[in-house]
């Protein structure tokens, strides 16, 4: 059975390539190193999504973002309309850095990214020292797990471990927006 962890447990697995969960605003959600190939697919094998979705990073700040985004492409406008959200649940869809890889964009030249106001969530990234995958804790159709007791009934020794902590208070996991243009892909 996965084990309960801490924040900085949590971040040296994924230091060393595992997959935990974590709680985020609304849901737990699965992170891992988004650099690291095996984690990435490992992650998504255990969700059963396909690489070609794309996922989302989540981050404690910009500045942690900013080698998989491609700032100089965002408009002075643009980017104060991101910032005017962050930190906070709202997901943007920003043009990639071309160094991102694949496993990561999938068959976008976008990247879904987050600066997160989950205190937890948060604190993950500054102990893990970048960005991590936040996808939601579930397998692809079933409802997002939100406690770590229904991560572990859903996925149980296919994560490495539940990082401690309480989701948000958020009912809908994070709205989704074009950076560029506003468009809604999830609200």
Known sequence: MSRMLT????????????VVAYPTEAVFGLGCDPS??????????????????GL???AANYGQLLPFVNDSALPDARREAVMARWPGPTTWVMPAQ???????????DTLAVRVTDHAIAADLCRAFGG???????????????????????????????????DVGGRKDPSMILDAMTDQVFRT
């Open 98 to 108: 071309p160094s991102v890889p694949g496993w990561v964009t999938g068959q976008f």
């Open 56 to 58: 989302i990073l989540i």
């Open 36 to 53: 690291n190939e095996e984690a990435v697919s490992r992650l998504l094998d255990i969700k059963q999504r396909p690489v070609e979705k």
């Open 131 to 165: 960005p991590v995958v936040s996808t939601s804790a579930n397998l692809t159709g079933q409802p997002p797990c939100r406690s770590a007791d229904e991560v572990l009934a859903a996925l149980g020794d296919l994560v490495d471990g539940v990082v401690m902590g």
């Open 7 to 18: 924040v900085s447990e949590g971040a040296a697995l994924m230091a060393k390539g595992g």
